[in-house]
């Protein structure tokens, strides 16, 4: 009898039963938390211009929003293309994360899992930021609003008309004259 020495298989970053490299799902899922992160600190700037009503800096943050939001799209849409399934299904990260607990890969479901759990909490904290943000839009609106309502009551000599030409409500009679002798 001859001793061969067993050999270990070596364990490839892409799973045969998964069907896709685990390496590029987790490094695009770094990819969406590091745009979110720029997504949030955007919103921080928003909020800032929205306080100081500084529409040039404001412009320039929503385009950079704008082109965060692209990015964010077409990452999540590579990550799709990944990990889509020949069915046509895509699974979740959590779908996923078992089906390498049950292949024994607890090292890849525990940074995939990590990383999800990072992501959808960096997710919540630019809902609540943009939340924070259309309320300062929003009470920004309404004061501008208020001013443009009491420069329409000034310009109007009788307080009768509202901004918009028309009588304001509450309002009655209009009281005007004309002068019809020349």
Not at 25 to 54: F, P
Not at 137 to 161: C, D, F, R, V
């Amino acid at each position: 009898m001859i001793n061969t020495p067993i050999q270990h298989a070596v364990r490839p970053s892409a799973r045969p039963s998964i069907g896709f490299d685990i390496d590029k799902l987790d490094a695009l899922l770094m990819d969406l938390e590091n745009e979110h992160h720029t997504l949030l600190d955007l919103a921080g700037l928003q909020r800032e211009a929205i306080v100081k009503a500084d529409p040039k800096v404001l412009g320039k943050v929503v385009e950079e929003t704008a082109q965060t939001l692209t990015r964010i799209a077409g990452i999540e849409r590579t990550r799709q293309q990944v990990i889509k399934q020949p069915d046509g299904s895509i699974p979740t990260v959590n779908q996923i994360t078992d089906e390498l607990k049950d292949q024994h890969d607890h090292e890849h479901a525990q940074a995939l899992s990590s990383r999800s759990a990072s992501l959808r909490e960096l997710m919540q904290r630019v809902k609540e930021e943009h939340e924070a943000v259309r309320l300062a839009t929003l009470a920004l609106s309404n004061h501008m609003n208020g001013l443009m309502e009491q420069i329409s009551a000034k310009l109007s000599h009788s307080g009768t008309y509202g901004r918009r030409g028309s009588v304001a409500p509450g309002r009655t009679q209009v009281i005007s004259s004309l002068d019809t002798v020349q």
